[in-house]
T-cell receptor
Framework: RKEVEQDPGPFNVPEGATVAFNCTYS??????FFWYRQDCRKEPKLLMS???SGNEDGRFTAQLNRASQYISLLIRDSKLSDSATYLC????????????FGSGTQLTVLP | GAGVSQSPSNKVTEKGKDVELRCDPI?????LYWYRQSLGQGLEFLIY????????KSGLPSDRFSAERTGGSVSTLTIQRTQQEDSAVYLC???????????FGSGTRLTVV
């Protein structure tokens, strides 16, 4: 089983739609959680951290369920510029500090 | 500089040659990471440096791969006797440590022919 699992998609949605991505992680000791965005042939960029109480940044909402080891990202009012691959990221837990990346979910927002 | 700088941006090498990839992290970032990403694949962890501690080399795929970080700043990833399966984008990232999010460089695209 992969440490971080995501639905690879692709998700094709019309502009203005609401779309949700899910992610599960296997290491219950993980303590840090993030969503990254990666555009085609570009490096990943931090989109937002994910906090236990859930957090929002404009049109983006992230949720964490530690009991189910589940993370989600909700994008409201999708824009064409949201088209990218979204990577679910967790730290490995314990003394390890490196982050483990999911394979990503591809989103295309259509005009 | 303002961001993580990697060089070269592209490298084409012949099978069996050695290559060196360079990363200059954000000033003040104590943690430095190397990952690689093969075409259409996720990011694969290679090695992690934190301050003066011994690096975590648990992700290096073979003994042909090595990395060093001089003076707690610039890092060099060396691949000896390159193979075609080494072809990938090699990404360097830095952070303040403590499990915080990283900032990535734009990567080195390595092609072994």
């Amino acid at each position: 089983r992969k440490e971080v699992e995501q639905d690879p998609g692709p998700f094709n949605v019309p502009e203005g739609a609401t779309v949700a991505f899910n992610c599960t992680y296997s290491n219950s000791a993980s303590q840090s959680f993030f969503w990254y965005r990666q555009d085609c042939r570009k490096e990943p960029k931090l989109l937002m951290s994910v906090y236990s109480s859930g957090n929002e940044d404009g049109r983006f909402t992230a949720q964490l369920n530690r009991a189910s080891q589940y993370i989600s990202l909700l994008i409201r009012d999708s824009k064409l510029s949201d088209s990218a691959t979204y990577l679910c990221v967790v730290n490995r837990g314990g003394s390890a500090r490196q982050l483990t990346f999911g394979s990503g979910t591809q989103l295309t927002v259509l005009p | 500089g303002a961001g993580v700088s990697q060089s070269p941006s592209n490298k084409v090498t012949e099978k069996g040659k050695d290559v060196e990839l360079r990363c200059d992290p954000i000033s003040g970032h104590t943690a430095l990471y190397w990952y690689r990403q093969s075409l259409g694949q996720g990011l694969e962890f290679l090695i992690y440096f934190q301050g003066n501690s011994a690096p975590d080399k648990s992700g290096l795929p073979s003994d042909r791969f090595s990395a060093e970080r001089t003076g707690g700043s610039v890092s060099t990833l060396t691949i000896q006797r390159t193979q075609q399966e080494d072809s990938a984008v090699y990404l360097c990232a830095s952070s303040l440590g403590g499990g915080q999010g990283y900032t990535f460089g734009s990567g080195t695209r390595l092609t072994v022919v």
